[in-house]
């Protein structure tokens, strides 16, 4: 089992995990990748993978059989696992978490070479009803504290599998970049009684230079403070902060708009590299000591999908400062990305 350990010089976590390094590698540049033999994604190699959690398909289909449009399974190389406890331990200056929590892979389409963005809006749809089921699951497993939804899209993005897949994984406790978001939510809602991003929304919209595309439900939008060249954001313009709280006619509206951000980025950056992830609510528990925890987070948190082209390196600079140089202003980024025609 993987562990987590805080380095206390920058408080950061960090996940030690052994067995990561024997998962396979099925890329493009590998000889074949397609077909049944190769790809354990693949329809037909069902028993290639851990037993599916979920899938969608036809009534009558037995689970893991071949019949399926989306599958959810168990990442056989996981980073967190199951377990019937937390253990939280810790020496002098040194703090310990056994890497307990979920991971797995949901696998968006039963075609090989597909591609997300150009999938059809009603199987993007399956794949949000896929992400919002396994929401709805992990929020009742008490040792999870967050469920991170995500996509590495292309070797440069920390994909390993060519096969469309995205994955969702369970920590045990909150990221530290998503306490971050969630303070400064909650910060901003005790001193305004207002939500930070329905706020931000409002502003982009009148201010529009940073806006990609608006329709009556969704806008798509490159941050203001873009870390990285070409940064969208997807944002709801309806406040809800749970992404799991959506209904099927909601997720249809999501995957209209999410298939129109995918397009705008193919299209203008010749199908880059990419990371995408869904910031939404945390798995609420009442926590012994803490009963004001979660009193305001329905009000003070908003969902969003965060995509993130890998166009550029990491460097030494960014590495001991945690500045981002980012080398396109949002500003044109926003407007070359307006201008596809889709
Ligand atoms: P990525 O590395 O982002 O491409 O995600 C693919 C994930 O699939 C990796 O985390 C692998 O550990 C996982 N994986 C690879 N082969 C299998 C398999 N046969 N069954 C279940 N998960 C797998
Ligand atoms: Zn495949
Ligand atoms: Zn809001």
Known sequence: MSELR????????????????????????DPPAKGDAVCPFCPGSEDETTPEVFAIGPPEREPNGPDWGVRVIPNRYPIFQEHSEGLRRGYG?????????????VVESPHHEASLADLPVAEIQHILQAYRHRLLVHRNNPNLRYVLIFRNYKKQAGA???????????????????????DNCHKYYLDKERCLLCDLIWQEINWPQRIVSASEQYIILCPFASCFPFEVWLCPRVHCHDFALLSDQNLLEVAIALKEMLMRIKLTLNDPPYNFILNTAPVVRPRPGRPEYWQTLQYDFHWYI?????????????????????????????????????
């Open 6 to 29: 805080r380095d206390p010089i920058t408080n950061r976590w960090v996940v030690i995990a052994a067995e990561r390094g024997k998962r396979p590698q099925v890329l493009e540049e």
């Open 93 to 105: 200056l040194f703090d310990q978490i056994n890497g307990v929590g979920i991971h797995e892979v």
């Open 160 to 182: 390993s599998m060519v096969h469309p897949h995205s994955q969702i994984i369970g920590t045990p406790i909150t990221p530290l970049l998503v306490k971050a978001k969630l």
């Open 306 to 342: 965060e995509l993130i082209p890998r166009l550029t390196t990491i460097a030494g600079f960014e590495w001991g400062s945690n500045f981002y140089v980012n080398p396109v202003s949002p500003e044109q980024a926003a407007e070359r990305l307006k201008q596809v025609s889709l």
